[in-house]
């Protein structure tokens, strides 16, 4: 329906958008932020890992998967070695909308549909309803500013019956098949995306014209995202894209599409049909940037590829070196591979002529070794756009600007908080990363009382020890206790919340 009001307007309008169209291209380039739901660092045929030199590292990974559209972007531009997001869905999405890290957001936990995802000593007053308020999301800002704003895919920003349930609540001028929930019934369109087979609680909506036939759900949104781009540049107007996959998320479904690549690998069946999920992802990239180039638009948009949070490629123990191998952990832990994820920023097409492109230089084949994070995205597109962000909300981000172009940036202070006052496969933790030092505090509600009694450190030094093999908190007394201190203060100034003891008592940080 949309496509066809906008050709109306254009017909009546033309003209004028048009002009409005090329003035903005300038300073209003297009922007799209590609989500992989569940996408790990490794589980792709690029390397984000990089050797003792900083030069790209492969692992047996990488060999296993096909990501070919993701090695072209990844040669048009740059790549971090070191990305971080939450450890868990709905704390990153937030945190893409809002700039803001999930201590100070306050939606610490992936969202139930069905209601309060607490847990047993979780803090009462998290945020479980998700963030209402549209004057401040990305979307929203980037809505008051003259873009068009899409939604694609999968949100989980909310619960059902609160305005955040769904993507037009929260600055989304459209949305198509993004609601409360965090994966899909069905991947396949014959089951119509759970409506006809699958799990129908949980029903991919707005895709009926697909229902029946076989075309496979990465296909059906990437469909459905090139019809609204055409729609915006049909009506003259700079669009901002999240297209947010569903894949690669369970149920690890096999695309029929790529099942032959994998047939001979020796790896499970899960983990082939894991495999086909990530190749039709990639294959959503590509048909995008061929999308963008046919439309003459690729030099005016700007890509940022990421996931959501550690993978969960079905390959082996939650805590063991397997999802990610090398990295230890998986989604949900409070390891490297819990929280670490892949992150390309690329212009669709490079061109150094373009204006846009003058604004955010972007490196091109290059990888970033200084840490960036899912924070950071918020404040890279306002700056870039020109917008200032809202009064009175506080941004936890940084500019990427300076690590696009290829550079360290020198104000960047070195630091990740991850703060997860819940349970999941790791449960009740907050991980306190500054410069090579990673501090994890283990809250263990189940046996603290409120003055932390029974809580538990561990200390790496992801320099020396970066697949988190030897646990320092015994041998480095002086290092643990200055981080505690720092980390008490962090969690301090984003005003975070705490888990709970069994009285409902708060259980705060205790100092080594
Ligand atoms: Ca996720």
Same mark, same amino acid.
């Given at each position: 329906m949309l496509p066809r009001i906008c050709s109306t307007l254009v017909a009546i309008l033309g003209p004028l958008f048009v002009m409005g169209g090329e003035a903005a291209a300038a300073d209003r380039p297009n922007v799209i932020i590609f989500l992989v739901d569940d996408m790990g660092p490794l589980d792709t045929s690029v390397p984000f890992m990089v050797d003792a030199a900083g030069q790209p590292e492969r692992y047996p990974l990488n060999d296993f998967y096909r990501t070919p559209a993701m090695e072209q972007l990844a040669a048009r531009g740059i790549r971090f070695s070191t990305f971080y997001a939450m450890s868990v869905c709905s704390p990153t999405r937030t945190s893409l909308l809002t700039g803001q890290n999930a201590a100070r957001h306050r939606v610490t936990q992936w969202i139930r549909s069905e209601g309060n995802n607490r847990g047993p000593f979780g803090p009462p007053d998290w945020r479980w309803e998700g963030v209402q308020d549209a004057a401040v999301t990305l979307p929203g800002v980037l809505r008051g500013a003259g873009y068009r704003t899409i939604f694609v895919g999968k949100a989980h920003f909310g619960p059902i019956?609160?305005?955040?349930?769904?993507?037009d609540n929260l600055g989304f001028d459209v949305n198509i098949g993004g609601c409360s929930w965090g994966q899909p019934g069905s991947y396949y369109g014959e089951d119509g995306y759970g409506a006809i087979r699958g799990n129908k609680r949980r029903t991919v909506p707005h895709l009926e014209k697909y229902h029946g036939t076989d075309t496979f759900l990465s296909e059906a949104l990437t469909l459905e995202a090139e019809a609204a781009i055409d729609a915006a540049v049909a009506a003259g107007e700079p669009f901002f894209l999240?297209?947010?996959?569903?894949?690669?998320?369970?149920?690890?479904?096999?695309?029929?599409?790529?099942?032959d690549h994998y047939?001979?690998? =020796?790896?499970s069946q899960q983990a082939q049909a894991y495999a086909t999920l990530i190749e039709g992802m990639d294959r959503s990239l590509g048909e995008i940037l061929e999308h963008l180039e046919s439309l003459g638009i690729a030099d005016e948009t700007l890509i940022f590829f990421l996931g959501d949070n550690g993978s969960d490629a079905p390959l082996g123990p939650a805590h063991g070196h397997t999802s990610s191998f090398p990295l230890r952990g998986k989604k949900g832990t409070h390891y490297e591979g819990g929280m670490r994820v892949p992150f390309i920023a690329a212009w669709a097409e490079p061109n150094p002529d373009q204006p846009c492109q003058q604004r955010l230089p972007i490196a091109a084949g290059a990888i970033q070794q200084q840490p960036g994070t899912v924070m950071d995205i918020y404040p890279t597109i306002l700056n870039l756009a020109g917008i200032e962000p809202p009064a009175n909300h506080p941004i936890d =981000?940084?500019?990427l600007a300076p690590q696009l172009a290829g550079r360290t940036n020198p104000r960047r202070r070195d630091r990740f908080l991850m703060h997860f006052p819940h349970d999941h496969r790791s449960s009740y933790f907050t991980v306190f990363r500054d410069g090579d030092w990673k501090l994890i505090y283990h809250y263990r509600p189940d046996r603290s009382d409120a003055d932390g009694e029974g809580a538990r450190y561990e200390l790496f030094n992801l320099g020396s020890d970066p697949f988190e093999k030897h646990d320092l908190a015994a041998e480095e007394p002086m290092e643990l206790r200055r981080l505690a201190g720092e980390m008490t203060a962090a969690l301090a100034a984003e005003q975070a919340l705490f888990p709970v003891d069994k009285a409902g008592g708060e259980i705060r940080p205790v100092l080594p």
């Open positions: 019956g609160e305005p955040s349930e769904w993507p999240d297209l947010s996959h569903y894949a690669v998320h369970a149920p690890f479904q096999s695309d029929p599409r790529f099942a047939a001979d690998s =020796g790896r =981000g940084v500019d």
